[in-house]
Nanobody
Framework: QVQLVESGGGSVQAGGSLRLSCTVSKYTVTSYYMGWFRQAPGKEREGVAAISAGLASIMYADSVKGRFTVSRDDAKNTLYLQMNSLEPEDTGLYYC???????????????????WGQGTQVTVSS
């Protein structure tokens, strides 16, 4: 089973930036369709970005378009989420997730993914 470990979270002021990392173990990151999710206290987990195994398809939630960028470093077996112009509404526990086959429907739905990391906390203050 693939192992996913997120890092890079922290506390920043509104307007700041953070870069999250998701290191993939046991298998190569190029084998997976992956996503970034977040969950704020009392709210459902929501999809932020999704990227296909071949990098041909990248999708973002409307709430982060133009501010967040997902990328991948195959040599480091790592997925990244660059977050700029952060807002207090971006606060939450951020997870990366993976699946080995193409998405069957909404690629930003948590139900599409079989493997999850433990999450890294992002806190944005106003």
């Amino acid at each position: 089973q693939v192992q996913l470990v997120e890092s890079g979270g922290g506390s920043v002021q509104a307007g700041g930036s953070l870069r999250l990392s998701c290191t993939v173990s046991k298998y190569t990151v190029t084998s997976y369709y992956m996503g970034w999710f977040r969950q704020a206290p009392g709210k459902e987990r929501e999809g932020v970005a999704a990227i296909s195994a071949g990098l041909a398809s990248i999708m973002y939630a409307d709430s982060v378009k133009g501010r967040f960028t997902v990328s991948r470093d195959d040599a480091k077996n790592t997925l990244y989420l660059q977050m700029n112009s952060l807002e207090p509404e971006d606060t939450g526990l951020y997870y990366c997730a993976a699946r080995t086959v193409p998405w069957s429907s909404n690629r930003l739905s948590p139900l599409q993914y079989t493997d999850w990391g433990q999450g890294t906390q992002v806190t944005v203050s106003s």
